[in-house]
T-cell receptor, first 115, second 111 residues
Framework: GAVVSQHPSWVICKSGTSVKIECRSLDFQATTMFWYRQFPKQSLMLMATSNEGSKATYEQGVEKDKFLINHASLTLSTLTVTSAHPEDSSFYIC???????????FGPGTRLTVL | EDKVVQSPLSLVVHEGDTVTLNCSYEVTNFRSLLWYKQEKKAPTFLFMLTSSGIEKKSGRLSSILDKKELFSILNITATQTGDSAVYLCAVIYNYGQNFVFGPGTRLSVLP
């Protein structure tokens, strides 16, 4: 599958601050990337589809003004959690190439803890 | 409502046992079903199933899809402690536009 990196791996922040998570496709030009959230002992939930050069598509129930997605290049998508609160604490994972699921690459994930 | 269900949600076995994990789905315009293994971080791909009745194998793991009864099973024979993980199934549906994960089965293999 595609090789994907995420940064940072782990972040702790105070309530009210904003956190940016980067997702990079290292060996594949990704016109589309996907952002997932995973709460403890739960499955991955798709948050949004990030489209290079255009607006992201958000899943129902995901606040687009809170979770800002920017996909400015074919190798980088960013997710910014604005005004983070403790309930935003979760494991955030990005992926590429959903149209070829056997080649789908997941990033290693970012664990966000909001105090 | 489109959904993917997995059972059991949690399973504890001893090394050497054989396990069968189940994934059933109700979606519109099903395309494919996928199995992933998730340990501490991101999921790793195991199998993709599109056609009914064709078993896919990889070592001690195998999987098969039944599109009539809308389910798939993942078999692991001669389990090892390294098989301990969450096994996720995911379904692509709605002409490939939607992709959803099931809740996962947490497998613990004891020595």
């Amino acid at each position: 599958g595609a090789v994907v990196s995420q940064h940072p791996s782990w972040v702790i922040c105070k309530s009210g601050t904003s956190v940016k998570i980067e997702c990079r496709s290292l060996d594949f030009q990704a016109t589309t990337m996907f952002w997932y959230r995973q709460f403890p002992k739960q499955s991955l939930m798709l948050m949004a589809t990030s489209n290079e050069g255009s607006k992201a598509t958000y899943e129902q129930g995901v606040e687009k003004d809170k979770f800002l997605i920017n996909h400015a290049s074919l190798t980088l998508s960013t997710l910014t959690v604005t005004s983070a609160h403790p309930e935003d604490s979760s494991f955030y994972i990005c992926s590429t190439n959903q149209n070829n699921p056997s080649g789908m690459g997941f990033g290693p994930g970012t664990r966000l803890t909001v105090l | 409502e489109d959904k993917v269900v997995q059972s059991p949600l949690s399973l504890v076995v001893h090394e050497g046992d054989t396990v069968t994990l189940n994934c059933s789905y109700e979606v519109t315009n099903f395309r494919s079903l996928l199995w992933y293994k998730q340990e501490k971080k991101a999921p790793t791909f195991l199998f993709m199933l599109t056609s009914s009745g064709i078993e896919k194998k990889s070592g001690r793991l195998s999987s098969i899809l039944d599109k009539k009864e809308l389910f798939s099973i993942l078999n692991i024979t001669a389990t090892q402690t390294g098989d301990s993980a969450v096994y996720l199934c995911a379904v692509i549906y709605n002409y490939g536009q939607n992709f959803v994960f099931g809740p996962g089965t947490r497998l613990s293999v004891l020595p």
